[in-house]
């Protein structure tokens, strides 16, 4: 198949419509308004719905209703916005509605800037809204990556009935680069396999498979039973859709942790090294949320590796993580900046240098 | 024997939790009489608010969602324009959608959104125990207006069928009451009138219906009523609003 060059704002927005959504619920914000307007354009060519709602808060309320009718449904925002949308998410985790959210993440915290960061890592794996639940989270290192997630990111919401988000930084979005983009998918709302999905419901049907989507449970043992159920669900994804990138980690002594862009810089970094003669390697989460948490800890605590270090658009998040893997078996190390201001390949070579040396 | 009345289908045997007096056990009915009588089962969607009518999922016997509070015009949007053919419409009281919601009602209105929207105005927030909402009137105690409501420090009640009416993308709106047996069934004139402007395809309706708190106003159901009738309704006009299909 022929490549494409996209950039990758425009490039997601069509895998999305090729992973079948037709509907889309957004309001503009930098760095990622190139999104909505994308679909604004396509969604009518293939009889889908673009709609531009008054603000975050109403895209997202959009989409729980949308969602609601069993439709694939995506929205997309950057930082402050997603912010916004939090109280949508969480509520949406508590239907457990399936639906795609994208976050091309902005500098931070408040109204920050406008440049890619990485600074909402905290916000997409360990919570953002209020309550006990996660988000299959998925941080894409490359435009063409991005795309293929997006080709399985809807039939992982559905299986697991619960929301998908990208953690994007705003360099996927807003970089060109040769893609191969997949075939359409031919999907529609199956209401044999979606029985909690409103679908036409009335009296004389049977009364369990009337739609009430919702989050509410007032008794306090329904609401422990609805956790319970949430609970085993992210057991179940959490063992089954671990992702993760190992880049010349074999025999590394220096294994940096990174993900999105930053890896691929750190990737440069590490072919630099190599050929310094010093053995260093990249382990890279694809899946922030499950963090591959076993995967890390193989590829590290091992030995011959004398350190980790880790390397962020923020000042130090996926870190905790990536401590947690490793429990204290090697040192950490951490290099970062707020402020969108993205490590250089010469920066982390030097840091790798300074380690190396006891510094 | 002949069966001369049933219970409207549209109902589940759920048990209302509503306290006594309340009227939204009568609004509750009235919605769900018009769905049956329209021979809509079976393509209604209904959104539930937050407040005293959240439960609302449980008792109207149709596809249902609960939204967050003041959020079901979005959520309605949502699911309309996924099933534009189905009936969709949402339950809301008034501090759902004339405080924490007013965005999302005003632009549902804006962009003239093919959803019916029942809002039951009490003038106070019921659910969390009798506090002061937008609606409440001036002079009227509250447990966060002890002293009565005072319009230098927190403005005049909102007029929500006003303000939408100016709306231009609002089709109809008309504001009823359930006092009276003659206005229960203006109540439900007006909100068939509204389920069959949207199965046309026109706009935005809503349709506002007055209603009594006797447990957080302190009264009996009676004086409740009364109170309704004489403070409520004068600050209130019942009417139409605006009808644009009346103007066609």
Known sequence: MALTLMKGSEAIAEAAIRAGARFFFGYPITPQTEIPEYMSARMPEVGGCFLQAESEVAAINMVYGAAGTGERVITSSSSPGISLKQEGISYCAGAQLPCVILNVMRGGPGLGNIQASQGDYFQGVKGGGNGDYHLLTYAPSSVQEAIDIMMFAFEKAEKYRMPVLFLADGIIAQMMEPVEMPEMVDFKVDPEKKPWACTGWKPGDDPAKRATINSLYINTEDLAVHNDRLQAVYAEASANEQLWENYKTEDAEFVIAAFGTVARIAKSAIDELREMGVKAGLFRPISVWPFPYTHLAETVCREGVKAVLDVEVNEGQMIEDVKLAINGAKPVEFLGHCGSQFPTTEEIKNKILAMKEGK | MSVVFEKTKLLTDKQFHYCPGCNHGIIHRLVAEAIEEMNLEGNVVGVAPVGCSVFAYDYFNCDMLEAAHGRAPAVATGVKRAKPDTLVFTYQGDGDLASIGTAEIVHAAHRGEKICTIFVNNAIYGMTGGQ??????????????????????????????????????????????????????????????????????????????????????????????????????????????KDKGAAE
């Open chain 2, 132 to 241: 002061m909402a937008p609606t409440t009137l001036v002079g009227q105690k509250t447990t966060t207006s002890p002293y009565g409501r005072d319009e230098s420090w927190c403005g005049a009640p909102i007029k929500v069928s006003e303000m939408l009416a100016q709306v231009p993308g609002s089709y109809y709106i008309e504001r009823c009451a359930v006092d009276t047996n003659a206005n229960i069934l203006k109540t439900k004139k007006a909100i068939k009138k509204a389920f069959q402007y949207q199965m046309e395809g026109k706009g935005f309706c809503l349709i506002e219906v007055l209603s009594t708190c006797p447990t957080n106003w302190g009264m009996n159901p009676v004086e409740a009523m009364k109170w309704l009738e004489e403070n409520m309704i004068p600050y209130y006009p019942l009417g139409v609003h």
